[in-house]
């Protein structure tokens, strides 16, 4: 008789709720480890920003043709990186390994365009911001995604983000409007560019 009390299920709340516990815990890890992720990259972009303009200018100075917009935009790219160095603070994520890569990385593909020329560095320019901006508009994507229409899961991330991406459309638009496909050897150039931009963006997630 004790056959009946032997087959009935084991009373599941406990675990259930016990396993839907760890999964939302898990998720939010997940969700946390992401946003550190975006951080970290946006982060890096814009340090590398500040030091690809710091290149040039080191290059050209301040009288050559098209200083004075590499210097108004280097100025946004120091706002929307001392910004990304304060929200790193405030959330705790760590900066990628690579900075010092990216200080010279960044500091030499801005003096070398700018050796090539002025349009060579609005060349440039126009390469980065065009994969800055993609890569923006993807964060955006899968901020507003993991909210499943409820808006962003972290609307001051993404305010922070449509912020910036403005700046950058500007920055690309700017290199454009002076001469950046006039520059030598323009579709090599702005393809290489870009390419490093996309093969950057993915070690400064994961490193
Ligand atoms: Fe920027
Ligand atoms: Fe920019």
Redesign the pocket.
């Known amino acids: 008789m004790n056959r009946t009390m032997a087959v009935t299920p084991p009373a599941a709340p406990a675990s259930e709720h016990a396993g839907i516990a760890a999964a939302r815990a898990r998720a939010g890890i997940d969700r946390k480890t992401d946003v550190g992720r975006m951080i970290r990259v946006d982060q890096a972009?814009?340090y590398g920003?500040t030091r690809i303009y710091a290149g040039q200018l080191a290059v050209m100075g301040d009288r050559a043709p098209h200083s004075a917009e590499i210097t108004a935009m280097a100025s946004?790219?120091d706002r929307?990186?001392a910004a990304f160095n304060a929200l790193m603070t405030r959330r705790g994520v760590r900066p990628t390994m690579l900075q010092p890569f990216w200080s010279a990385a960044g500091y030499t593909l801005g003096a070398v365009t700018a050796l090539l020329g002025p349009e060579a560095a609005m060349a440039c320019t126009a390469a980065v911001e065009e994969e800055?901006d993609r890569h923006y508009s993807d964060q955006l994507d899968e901020l507003e995604m993991h909210g499943a229409g409820a808006g962003s899961t972290d609307p001051e991330l993404s305010g922070m983000i449509e912020d910036?991406r403005e700046?950058?459309r500007q920055?690309r638009d700017t290199a454009l409007a002076h001469g950046a496909e006039k520059a030598f050897g323009y579709p090599l150039l702005s393809g290489a560019i870009r390419l490093g931009c996309r093969a950057a963006i993915r070690l400064a997630e994961r490193i």
């Open positions: 972009g814009e920003a946004e790219e929307h990186n800055i910036f700046d950058e920055h």
